[in-house]
Nanobody, 124 residues
Framework: VQLVESGGGLVQTGGSLRLSCVVS????????IAWFRQAPGKEREGVLC????????YSADSVKGRFTIFSDNAKNTVYLQMNSLKFEDTDVYYC??????????????????WGQGTQVTVSS
């Protein structure tokens, strides 16, 4: 699996950004694609995930109502739409792929493939 993120940048508080993750060669029949974020010295945080067969998503409480995840299958791309950005959303954002598991919360699945990350900086 190859994942390539893009779309990061500098934005003011309250602004919006859309991140893209081009996904290729997923070997799993059922899987999830998720967005995580992490800053130096901080724990990695799961943001949103999307399960391909069920079409369901799971969101971290910190981004509910502000961030959404959606896909364009024709472009093999998963997007993270981020609205009402806050200073604390500043992080490196990564997309990742996991084979389907039983847990309902796909953010807790074992993610085996990762992109290189894209920096999002929100100015206060």
């Amino acid at each position: 699996v190859q994942l390539v993120e893009s779309g990061g940048g500098l934005v003011q508080t309250g602004g919006s950004l859309r991140l893209s993750c081009v996904v290729s060669e997923v070997a799993f029949e059922d899987y999830a694609i998720a967005w995580f974020r992490q800053a130096p010295g901080k724990e990695r945080e799961g943001v949103l995930c999307f399960v391909n067969d069920a079409g369901r998503t799971y969101s971290a409480d910190s981004v509910k109502g502000r961030f959404t995840i959606f896909s364009d299958n024709a472009k093999n791309t998963v997007y993270l739409q981020m609205n009402s950005l806050k200073f604390e959303d500043t992080d490196v954002y990564y997309c990742a792929v996991a084979e389907a598991e039983v847990l309902l919360n796909c953010l807790r699945w074992e993610y085996s493939s990762w992109g290189q990350g894209t920096q999002v900086t929100v100015s206060s």
